[in-house]
């Protein structure tokens, strides 16, 4: 059964940055795709960036140039590095990956 570990959220004025973790337990963490979501107060979780097995990327238009998704294979971990972030990024953040989702991790932009 997948486990999934989030970390990293916390407060950041606007124009700061951040750096998430998801370590990733439970399966063979190289043959999935991983992705990172969020969830703003009263709105649908929706989609922020994606990786797949190879390192290719994806991501939504509100933060493409201003977000970057990584994996390290070794660690068992996806990363999300948020930069420039806005008021309007605040959420929680959750990682998903083998139809699991991890416990989330709250981020506030907030001056």
């Known amino acids: 059964q997948v486990q999934l570990v989030e970390s990293g959220g916390g407060l950041v004025q606007p124009g700061g940055s951040l750096r998430l973790s998801c370590k990733a337990s439970?399966?063979?963490?190289?043959?999935?795709?991983m992705a990172w979501y969020r969830q703003a107060p009263g709105k649908r979780r929706e989609l922020v960036a994606a990786?797949?097995?190879?390192?290719?990327?994806n991501y939504a238009d509100p933060v493409k140039g201003r977000f970057t998704i990584s994996r390290d294979n070794a660690k068992n971990t996806v990363y999300l590095q948020m930069n420039s972030l806005k008021p309007d990024d605040t959420a929680v953040y959750y990682c998903?990956?083998?139809?699991?989702w991890g416990q989330g991790t709250l981020v506030t932009v907030s001056s």
């Open positions: 439970g399966i063979i963490f190289s043959i999935y795709d």
């Open positions: 990786i797949g097995t190879g390192g290719s990327t």
């Open positions: 998903k990956a083998g139809g699991g």
